[in-house]
């Protein structure tokens, strides 16, 4: 019994910690995940291929839930492999549930609901599980491990869906999802910061600005959105303005992407006015890398 999927990173448009609102889009980088199913088991060992040492904990709960709630308990294996640094901003967590709840779910023999059919209807005879339960699955079991401190529901619906959404992480409730088609420009420091650590303090304190944030969001206005999520939340969390300030003037919007430290950049590729190699050269000299990618509209697959 063996299932595998792949689910995306994400960006951040508004940051939920503030207000328990959040958006977030799908991006073109990938976490893999393979799950090796035995009945005979005693519980579900993990691994994540880009450090041994890592915390295991989610992936073997994704399991664990999976299999509770749509299986007969199977223990097992489970490994990820992921594209998406690690602490980085850009929804490795949440990528990781996503993948390993869908594995999980084609290891069982479940049809997963998917871009091309109604993946959120309950009522569709020919899907097992949709997207949507996949996720809040996944998203209880990251409440259930402590690596998030809101659910990050909004996170976790852009990886699995694709797209903008913007959502009630409080009551686990997508508001809106759309299509966007951007580049990408991405710029993670060396340094790792984890959103279970995040001072929740300091990010409810620009409230009023993640309330200007949703609404601008909730109006099609992501750009405008995404570029003050990022300066309200950079000072939050003490982040350094000055890279989003460089990409201002070339890149239809900038952000600091979750609790940090990555900033991304998109530019919409029909507008003439925006260049991404321009901000590639003003953030060339940092210390980190530098990715170039485009958004996803799938989202997450069983391959």
């Not at 991404?276 to 890398?289: C, F, I, N």
Request: glycine letters at 10%.
């Amino acid at each position: 019994m063996e299932g595998r999927a792949a689910a995306l990173g994400a960006g951040t448009v508004l940051n939920a910690l503030a207000t328990g609102t959040g958006a977030a889009f799908g991006i073109d980088v990938e976490t893999r995940a393979t799950v090796e199913l035995d009945p005979a088991a005693d519980g579900v060992d993990g691994e994540i291929a880009e450090d041994a040492d890592a915390d295991t904990d989610l992936i073997e709960r994704c399991v664990a839930l999976a299999t509770e709630r749509w299986g007969d308990g199977e223990g097992g294996r489970v490994r990820t492999d992921s594209d998406v640094p690690l602490a980085a901003g850009l929804k490795s967590s949440s990528a990781a549930a996503n993948a390993t709840v869908l594995a999980t779910c084609d290891a069982l023999g479940l049809v997963v609901g998917d871009g091309d059919r109604a993946s959120d209807d309950p009522d569709d005879p020919a899907v097992d599980v949709t997207r949507l339960e996949a996720c809040r699955l996944g998203v209880r079991a990251a409440r259930e491990a402590g690596v998030t401190v809101t659910g990050a529901f909004d996170d976790a619906t852009a990886s699995m869906l694709g797209g903008v959404t913007v959502t009630d992480n409080d009551a686990d409730e997508l508001r809106v999802r759309e299509a966007v088609d951007w580049d990408v420009l991405v710029w993670t420091p060396p340094e790792r910061a984890y959103s279970a650590d995040a001072d929740v303090a300091r990010c409810e304190a620009v409230a009023p600005m993640a309330d200007l944030v949703a609404d601008l969001a909730l109006d099609g206005r992501y750009g405008e959105a995404m570029t003050v999520n990022g300066l309200a939340f950079s000072a939050a969390l003490g982040f350094d303005a000055d890279p989003a300030v460089e990409a201002m003037p070339h890149a239809t919007a900038v952000s600091l992407s979750g609790t940090g430290p990555s900033v991304v950049a998109v530019a919409d590729p029909g507008d003439p006015e925006t260049d991404l190699d321009a901000v590639a050269d003003a953030w060339g000299d940092r210390p980190g890398t530098l990715r170039r990618t485009t958004t996803r509209n799938d989202g997450a697959a069983v391959e």
